[in-house]
């Protein structure tokens, strides 16, 4: 069993940065690859960022490659997206999941999830 509790977002207005984290509690953290997801009002939840349980693979989607950044820090069972150049366009609830195995951009593929935190960019 993985508990995930997502913190660090706000409001913030385009072009600043913000920082998410997400800790996570149970022994096989580091087994497991970490994904963040997003969902904005009236939308699909959609694939962010995802990373291996060894940081040796990083997958992002197109949206955001070159302004996010996804680690890890096993010894701290915490996961982070380091959000810059924000645009109101990334505007939603992010959630981090995990799952065992490879990294997935796949929601469904995804075992266990927290409970979001709200990202508000203002143009």
């Known amino acids: 069993q993985v508990r995930l509790i997502e913190s660090g977002g706000g409001l913030v207005q385009a072009g600043d940065s913000l920082r998410l984290s997400c800790a996570a509690s149970g022994r096989t953290f580091s087994s497991h690859a970490m994904g963040w997801f997003r969902q904005a009002p009236g939308k699909e939840r959609e694939f962010v960022a995802a990373?291996?349980?060894?940081?040796?693979?990083?997958y992002y989607a197109d949206s955001v490659k070159g302004r996010f950044t996804i680690s890890r820090d096993n010894a701290k069972n915490t996961v982070y997206l380091q959000m810059n150049s924000l645009k109101p366009e990334d505007t939603a609830v992010y959630y981090c999941?995990?799952?065992?195995?490879?990294?997935?951009?796949?929601?469904?593929?995804?075992?266990?999830w927290g409970q979001g935190t709200q990202v508000t960019v203002s143009s």
């Open positions: 990373i291996t349980w060894t940081s040796d693979s990083t």
């Open positions: 999941a995990a799952r065992r195995g490879v990294g997935s951009r796949r929601g469904y593929e995804y075992d266990y």
